[in-house]
């Protein structure tokens, strides 16, 4: 039985050995045909693309570069670029109208070189992009000739507005920029050849930037940062206690703010300047037409004199200037001249306390808050032009006992024309117009001025004239009319 299964043993281990063999033969059989196969489609993708590869967008796979440059070639005749503006409208640019052509090059063999042909199975797992710069040509001058039949470059040219500071009551905010219809020809020209160059079949002048661009927007720190510089003069505040309150704040301040064209914040003078005016021109009455109610009731009209209001602008500028830097709340009365100040900011502005001459009824009243205190008729300046009382509103700048009144000199005898003593002296103007008595008149009242008129003086009886002494005071507004 040993015998036996020794003879078994061996017949067994000659059959594994011939199996081992034969098996070896098929697998060494099939790896040399593997390896034939690989290396075989390695040398096929050394003349053509592998799978995957995309060439400026195409599909290229399996193809040779002469292939592709065919598949570019017929490419290049149909493109045509389409333009779109800011308003949505097209316009396109065909291969024909500017003679665009394919030029041959080494570009597309160069990329077919790069590629590793017998790492060929990899890419079945990956995909390959490249871009290969692809040789044409066009007409130029025929492009720009194109170019400038584009609606865009033919309609009117709107320049862009760069984002700005704008006070929207309370303090300042960014309006943001605008863009206009100016086309940017250089940047127009420049993307049009890239888009060709590249084939891309859109060109979008807004988002390619081919507008003109504001030079500030909404994001620029420069707008920004003006905006809080502008908020700080804001800040401010002057009220000119007038009839109406007068108030500087913001809203005013705003309008005297300007900027240079690199968001420097500045005051405007000028428009300061301006404003005063105005601000002058309003409430300044030294000289100006006032409207009023006589004691009689009647309604009369009066301008010159040198009583009123005249505002010193160039003293307030520097004020106004002072307060804006500081950022200061302030009431103040306005600055005036010396002498340009009145008993009120209303009309009529001598208030409630004056005297008052009628030159047609030739009579005056002395008026004490509001109520008449004295009246009397009145000898007032013969109506020839040296002699004529002057019309306005003035005040009195000057009262003396036992004066003196000495006329012009006569010219032929070097004296004055006159030496006139009086008791009471109400001086009016420095030019020597006033108020006294005159007891040499025979009469007063009536049309005796035109007979027997002053040199411009009002002349009052002797009693009235010390009565109005006593109770007027230098500064007292004067009104004369007719």
């Known amino acids: 039985m040993a015998v036996r299964r020794r003879g078994r043993k061996r017949r067994k281990k000659k059959m594994d050995n011939n199996s081992r063999k034969l098996l070896l033969g098929i697998a060494g059989g099939s790896a040399g045909i593997l390896l034939l196969s690989y290396i075989g489609v390695g040398i096929y993708y ?79 797992f990956s995909k390959d992009s490249a871009e290969v710069t692809v040789d044409l040509s066009y007409d130029s001058q025929k492009l720009e000739q194109k170019l400038q039949t584009l609606q865009a470059v033919t309609e009117e040219q709107v320049p862009p507005q760069s984002a700005y500071p704008e006070f929207n009551g309370e303090k300042f905010e960014v309006h943001p920029e605008t863009y206009g219809t100016a086309i940017d020809t250089e940047a127009l020209k420049e993307k049009t050849a890239a888009a060709i ?12 930037k081919c507008y003109e661009e504001p030079k500030y927007t909404s994001d620029s720190a420069e707008v920004v940062q003006a905006c809080k510089e502008m908020d700080k003069y804001c800040q401010a505040s002057i009220t000119y206690p007038m009839d109406v309150p007068v108030v500087v704040d913001g809203n005013v301040i705003s309008t005297w703010l300007s900027l240079d064209e690199e968001m420097n914040v500045s005051l405007n003078e000028e428009a300061i300047r301006s404003w005063l005016t105005e601000f002058g021109d309003k409430y300044d009455t030294m000289g100006a037409e006032r409207t009023f109610t006589t004691p009689t009731g009647k309604t009369a009209t009066v301008s010159g004199g040198d009583y009123g209001w005249s505002i010193d602008e160039d003293t307030e500028y520097t004020a106004i200037m002072d ?17 340009g100040t009145a008993a009120s900011h209303g009309m009529p502005d001598w208030g409630g306390t004056y005297a008052e001459v009628d030159l047609t009824e030739q009579h005056m009243w002395y008026v004490i808050d509001g109520a008449v205190a004295l009246e009397s008729d009145v000898v007032t300046g013969e109506p020839i032009p ?78 009235k004239a010390a009565a109005l002494y006593e109770m007027i005071q230098v500064g007292v507004p004067v009104i004369i009319h007719y």
């Open 46 to 124: 050394s003349a053509h693309f592998l799978p995957n590869t995309e060439i400026n967008g195409h599909d290229c796979s399996g193809k040779t570069a002469s292939q592709v440059e065919a598949v570019f070639k017929e490419e290049m005749k149909e493109y045509t670029l389409t333009i779109t503006d800011k308003d949505g409208r097209k316009e396109k640019i065909t291969s024909e109208e500017i003679s665009l052509e394919y030029k041959e090059s080494k570009e597309m063999k160069a990329a077919l070189k790069e590629q590793s042909s017998f790492l060929w199975p990899a890419s079945f």
């Open 386 to 463: 040296e002699k004529i009382t002057p019309t306005g509103v003035y005040v009195f700048k000057e009262k003396a006992l036992n004066a003196t009144l000495i006329g012009e000199t006569d010219p032929a005898t070097g004296e004055p024309s006159y030496r006139t003593p009086v008791d009471y002296w109400m001086r009016i103007t420095w030019e020597g117009i006033g108020f006294h008595d005159a007891n040499w008149q025979p009469a007063f009242g009536g049309e005796l001025y035109k007979v027997v008129g002053s040199h411009g003086c009002v002349n009052m009886p002797v009693d």
């Open 323 to 339: 307060a804006l830097t500081k950022g200061e709340t302030l009431t103040r009365e306005p600055a005036c001249y010396v002498g």
């Open 197 to 208: 160059r590249e084939l891309n079949p859109e060109l979008n002048l807004m988002k390619d």
